[in-house]
């Protein structure tokens, strides 16, 4: 049974910084990309970032570049999410996904999901 199981998130201040790791079972973790989205309240998932199977991390969404930060240990099958700088609008359920097809930015291209990590961001 593959799982993708996240950790960390919660409620901090703006300015703040926050984490969220994803460890991933049942699966050959080296062989998926590890995508990142968030979900607002009354909003679409919308796409962050990703790491590459073996490497080369890449934030896509402008609003949170410079900011947010990817990595990912092929040992410990985990991805991490780094947010530094937290603003109010950063509030969102985020999630890691697992996938292996394109586009990159697309949910359909994940085929296996964590269980969402709320972030709440208080001004």
């Known amino acids: 049974q593959v799982q993708l199981i996240q950790s960390g998130g919660g409620s901090v201040q703006a300015g703040d910084s926050v984490s969220v790791s994803c460890t991933a079972s049942?699966?050959?973790?080296?062989?998926?990309?590890v995508g990142w989205f968030r979900e607002a309240a009354g909003k679409e998932r919308e796409f962050l970032g990703y790491s590459a199977r073996y490497g080369g991390n890449q934030i896509y969404r402008d609003s949170v570049k410079g900011r947010f930060t990817i990595a990912r240990d092929n040992a410990k099958n985990a991805g991490y999410l780094q947010m530094n700088d937290l603003k109010p609008e950063d509030t969102a359920i985020y999630y890691c996904?697992?996938?292996?097809?394109?586009?990159?930015?697309?949910?359909?291209?994940?085929?296996?999901w964590g269980q969402g990590t709320q972030v709440t961001v208080s001004s």
């Open positions: 996904a697992a996938g292996t097809t394109s586009p990159i930015h697309s949910i359909h291209a994940y085929e296996f």
């Open positions: 049942g699966l050959a973790f080296s062989n998926y990309r």
